[in-house]
């Protein structure tokens, strides 16, 4: 009997070891924060006129290259070259939605500083909190850890996709080739010195640059739509939590505790409208990349999709559009499919306080409590774009309709 005793506490000593520990949003999300922190969005107190310049510097790269990609627009449309165009604007899409994300995290600095704030608190409340609730925050943050991980393979294959190919590509022509061959990692026109950008040291200097530009917005697009999907993990795991304290409002008591089930609706009430302000928040500073996401992920699979049509077409495969393509339809997928969950767990919080025992509660005040718990749960927590496209599986849906619906009337009017 004793053994079993001992086996027992061995088992129960090995699950504490193995258990999921929270950490501050910058230990537990590393790679993130780290690409917040490269891409210059990541909100800082200290040194701050050396952040402020870097962000500066880091916008004002990205904003050359964008004026530089815009310049050899310009130049296709006096030639009439379409092909090019749509080839050119596979980069101007990325660069602008960059250069918006940016704009965003200056614009709403103390929002974004306010949401890291009030999710290490939550981590941090969140150990106090019983064994069953701590459990769902703690696997809401796993769930945050698996979409970071997601993100990190998708946002790395996109962006290195042109150099890697480049290089490969300008590797394999010269081993098979004896003339030596460059390639850039994305072709455009390079004022000025455009008939000299394949010699030393032109070629070297923009090859440099065009992979400073492929790592800068690697990190912008890493670090903000990751941050995005950590704060819908999050809100989901609140909702969860919140509907678990519903379920267990009237159990665990002996007899009638008017006190004890006051103090937990009044900390029930104060949960849910802690989570409704967290989202406004969340809305506050998303709305505009979420329409940024509808709008211009649509023009970019369609402008993708055309690239890889036409390397068919010449009995090529640009593997970087595939890829590109691919890594598109992940970065909208994601948000949409948290955004559906996230409305769904907001719905599901009226259905726990419908059925956690009220009936067999006479004092009305709890009954009207809960009642106004359903009542504000009617309307589920619904991000949008600009108040206009909800962040959903249908929008999904919606954008990948619209897209190859432009795909089409690209091609139509290319033949």
Not at 128 to 150: D, F, V, W
């Amino acid at each position: 009997m004793s053994s079993e005793k001992k086996i027992s506490s061995d088992a129960s000593t090995k699950d504490l070891q193995n258990d999921f520990k929270l950490k501050p949003l910058h230990e537990m999300f590393s790679y993130i924060s780290f690409a917040m922190l490269c891409g210059g969005i990541l909100p800082h107190y200290t040194y701050l006129r050396f952040w402020k310049t870097y962000t500066i510097f880091v916008a004002g790269y990205i904003f050359l290259t964008f004026v530089l990609i815009i310049h050899c627009v310009t130049i296709d449309i006096k030639m009439r070259d379409i092909t090019d165009i749509i080839r050119q604007m596979t980069i101007i899409i990325p660069l602008q939605i960059v250069l918006t994300k940016i704009l965003l995290t200056q614009y709403y600095g103390g929002v974004l500083a306010s949401l890291i704030e009030e999710i290490n608190g939550d981590y941090e409340e969140a150990k106090k909190l019983p064994h069953y609730l701590r459990k769902i925050i703690e696997n809401g943050a796993k769930e945050g850890k698996i979409a970071q991980k997601i993100w990190v393979v998708t946002a790395f294959l996109v962006a290195y996709s042109f150099p890697f190919q480049a290089f490969i590509l300008m590797l394999y022509k010269n081993l098979t080739i004896n003339t030596t061959q460059r390639i850039m990692v994305h072709e455009f026109k390079i004022p000025f010195f455009e008939d000299m950008k394949y010699t030393f040291p032109v070629y070297e200097i923009v090859a440099i640059f065009s992979t400073g530009v492929t790592f800068f917005c690697q990190m912008v697009f890493l670090g903000f739509d990751g941050f995005c999907l950590i704060l819908f993990t999050h809100c989901i795991a609140q909702l969860k939590a919140l509907q678990m304290k519903l379920k267990q409002l009237f159990k665990n008591m002996d007899g009638f505790d008017e006190e004890l089930i006051q103090h937990r609706l009044n900390n029930i009430v104060e949960h849910h409208s802690k989570i409704l302000r967290f989202c406004d928040r969340v809305q506050t500073l998303l709305s505009i990349f979420f329409f940024n996401l509808v709008i211009l992920t649509s023009m970019q699979l369609c402008v993708t999709g055309f690239q890889i049509m036409e390397s068919l077409e010449s009995k090529e495969i640009k593997i970087e559009f595939v890829i590109f393509t691919l890594g598109t339809v992940v970065q909208v997928y994601l948000p949409c499919k948290y955004g559906t969950i996230l409305s769904d767990a907001s719905l599901d919080v009226g259905d726990a306080a419908y059925f956690s025992g009220w009936e067999s509660i006479p004092n009305k005040k709890f009954r009207m409590t809960l009642v106004f718990i359903i009542m504000r749960s009617q309307t589920p927590i619904l991000l949008t774009a600009v108040g206009m496209v909800p962040v959903n599986i249908s929008s999904f849906s919606s954008i990948l309709h619209t897209s190859w619906s432009y795909f089409t009337l690209l091609r139509s009017t290319k033949q």
